[in-house]
């Protein structure tokens, strides 16, 4: 994600903008000829989302992204909802959904170290 835009909707939605820069590089080698976004940069984006809202400051697992769609670089709107530990992401075009998931905010890097172990 080279640029976006967040814009806050009440005290627990967040929706705004995801650009993926066509012209980027990596595009160039996923896919040749038929450029796709990939996964970990999408769920990526939403990391460093949440980290400039300040709701997600330290670690973050990873749980049940599932991506509907390929997605081809360009523009997306995004939805993040704030739950008491976890931030539910949405990426869509108009109101087809295209990749979902839940970032689980770790309160602290004890919980973060066996995360990491257990999906070793």
Do not use: W
């Not at 984006?45 to 980290?51: I, P, T």
């Amino acid at each position: 994600m080279n640029r976006g835009k967040i814009a806050e909707e009440n005290r627990n939605i967040y929706n705004g903008t995801f650009c993926f820069d066509p012209a980027d590089r990596i595009y160039g080698d996923h896919f040749p000829g038929n450029p796709v976004v990939p996964g970990s940069l999408i769920v990526h984006a939403f990391v460093e989302a949440g980290r400039k809202m300040g709701i997600a400051p330290g670690c973050c697992a990873i749980e049940n992204f599932k991506f509907r769609e390929f997605v081809p670089p360009g523009d997306y709107t995004f939805s993040m909802e704030l739950l008491p530990d976890r931030l539910r992401c949405r990426l869509y075009q108009e109101d087809r959904p295209l990749a979902t998931g839940i970032l689980k905010i770790c309160q602290d890097n004890r919980i973060h170290k066996i995360l990491f172990q257990v999906n070793k």
